[in-house]
C-alpha cells in the first residue's frame, strides 16, 4: 500500500513540475495547445485527489 501513496505522491509532483517548466520556459509557439492544457489540469487533479485519498486510507 505504501508504494501506491509514493507513486501517487511522485506522479503528482512530477505533473505539476512539468506543466509549470512548460509554461515558464517554453516559448509560446511550442507550448502545449489548449486540449493538452486541459488533460494536463485532469490529470494533475487526479493524482492530487488521489494522493490524499490514499495517505488518508494509510495514516487512518
Given at each position: 500500500m505504501i508504494g501506491a501513496v509514493i507513486n501517487?505522491?511522485?506522479?503528482f509532483v512530477h505533473?505539476?513540475?512539468?506543466n509549470w517548466l512548460n509554461y515558464k520556459e517554453l516559448?509560446?509557439?511550442i507550448q502545449p495547445h489548449l486540449a493538452r492544457r486541459i488533460?494536463?489540469?485532469i490529470a494533475f487533479s487526479?493524482?492530487?485527489?488521489f494522493s490524499f485519498y490514499s495517505l488518508?486510507?494509510?495514516?487512518?
Open positions: 501517487a505522491l511522485c506522479m505533473i505539476g513540475l512539468v516559448p509560446p509557439e488533460l494536463i489540469i487526479f493524482f492530487g485527489l488518508w486510507n494509510t495514516f487512518n
